[in-house]
């Protein structure tokens, strides 16, 4: 994996991240499902990294899957985030990460049957993410 184009030390971040945020970025938490402020807005927009502010996702390609996240078929660009495999859990899931500081985002999960160009569905932590609203 590529290494990331911004690098800090735990405690850089932590002085970036509130606890809750640190957690689930820097430490692959997961925020409690439903809880997420961005699981059912309709607000169209860019949503960017909380830790580093890369353009991750846009609301275009937001869509409603009861799942409790905020869930995306597909990243803004194909080099936004990088994908990984992840064995916790004694599961074996596909881990996103931000490309340009390797922050934790979430999982992406395909075959699922949604109704979206890609079959794939990136089920994404609100507190990942920072809507930019379009004309803002």
């Known amino acids: 994996m590529a290494r990331p184009k911004l690098q800090l030390s735990d405690d850089e971040w932590r002085k970036r991240l509130n606890p809750q945020e640190f957690d689930v970025l820097r430490r692959a938490g997961t925020e409690r499902p439903f809880t997420g402020q961005y699981t059912d807005t309709k607000t169209q927009g860019?949503?960017?990294?909380?830790?580093?502010g890369a353009e991750l996702f846009r609301s275009t390609e937001k869509f409603?899957?009861?799942c409790?996240?905020?869930?995306?078929?597909d990243p803004s660009s194909s080099d936004a985030?990088?994908?990984?495999?992840?064995h916790s859990f004694g599961t074996v899931r596909t881990e996103v990460l931000c490309a340009n500081c390797h922050s934790h985002l979430g999982h992406v999960f395909a075959g699922e049957g949604y109704p979206t160009p890609t079959d794939q569905r990136y089920c994404i932590n609100s507190i990942?993410?920072?809507?930019?609203?379009d004309n803002a």
């Not at 860019?46 to 830790?51: E, G, K, T």
């Not at 409790?68 to 078929?73: A, H, I, K, Q, R």
């Open 68 to 73: 409790g996240w905020p869930s995306f078929y």
């Open 46 to 52: 860019i949503y960017q990294c909380r830790a580093c």
């Open 64 to 66: 409603e899957s009861h």
């Open 128 to 133: 990942s993410l920072s809507l930019v609203p």
């Open 81 to 86: 985030v990088i994908l990984r495999p992840d």
